[in-house]
């Protein structure tokens, strides 16, 4: 079985560091494409980015780019989002997701509520 | 990018009633659109994947099709937990992922 368990809540100040995991189990960490995705309070979902563990490839959102830093560890299969700088506007839900094979959409851990509040 | 234009945005129903959600995509997507449901605080959960086939444990009145660029989700005979927010998905590109807007089932 497929799953992906992510690290809790985080309460940051704006200006503050911040990286969250994403563990997976169950399936060939190197052979899918994982990433994230935003859901800001009462929105939709919104793509961040992407990594393929197998070669570290990364494609990122033009929203997004340059704003946080998707990371893949093979060793421990864990994916990584991190922000060197956070903003009151990335408070939100951030969910990390498999890319399944063929058809079969995505596969998603429980989310990580993140606030950044002065 | 390819758009997926979900709508409505949201809607009132009735329990026992059928409901119909759309997504039309910008472009030959071969059925690579998978349905989604949200309740809130949760993460989205499959139910229909390559436009059609239904997800293992899912009810059966979760039913997906498509005719041209146009897939539908329709809910047949609307129970009280499917109250929630649902959203298409393309997977034809590897990135970007795009989701449909969501639209919001609320009872009438």
């Known amino acids: 079985e497929v799953q992906l368990v992510q690290s809790g809540a985080a309460v940051r100040k704006p200006g503050e560091s911040l990286k969250i995991s994403c563990k997976t189990s169950?399936?060939?960490?190197?052979?899918?494409?994982i990433g994230w995705v935003r859901q800001m309070p009462g929105k939709g979902l919104e793509w961040m980015a992407i990594?393929?563990?197998?070669?570290?490839?990364?494609k990122y959102s033009p929203s997004f780019q340059g704003q946080v830093t998707i990371s893949a560890d093979r060793s421990a299969n864990i994916v990584y989002l991190q922000w060197s700088s956070l903003k009151a506007s990335d408070t939100a839900m951030y969910f990390c997701a498999r890319h399944g094979p063929h058809k079969t959409g995505l596969d998603w851990g429980q989310g990580t509520p993140v606030t950044v509040s002065s | 990018d390819i758009p997926m234009t979900q709508s409505p945005s949201s809607l009132s129903a009735y329990v026992g009633d059928s409901v119909t959600i759309t997504c039309r995509a910008g472009q030959n997507i071969a059925d690579y659109v998978t349905w989604y449901q949200q309740k809130p605080g949760k993460a989205p959960k499959v139910l229909i994947y390559?436009?059609?086939s239904l997800q293992s444990g899912v009810p059966s009145r979760f039913v997906g099709s498509k005719s041209g660029f146009l897939y539908t989700l329709t809910i047949n005979s609307l129970q009280p937990d499917d109250f929630a927010t649902y959203y298409c998905?393309?997977?034809?590109?590897?990135?970007?992922?795009?989701f449909g807007q969501g639209t919001k089932v609320e009872i009438k």
């Open positions: 990594v393929y563990p197998g070669d570290s490839d990364t």
């Open positions: 169950g399936y060939t960490f190197s052979d899918f494409w």
């Open positions: 390559a436009a059609s």
């Open positions: 998905q393309q997977t034809y590109t590897t990135a970007p992922w795009t």
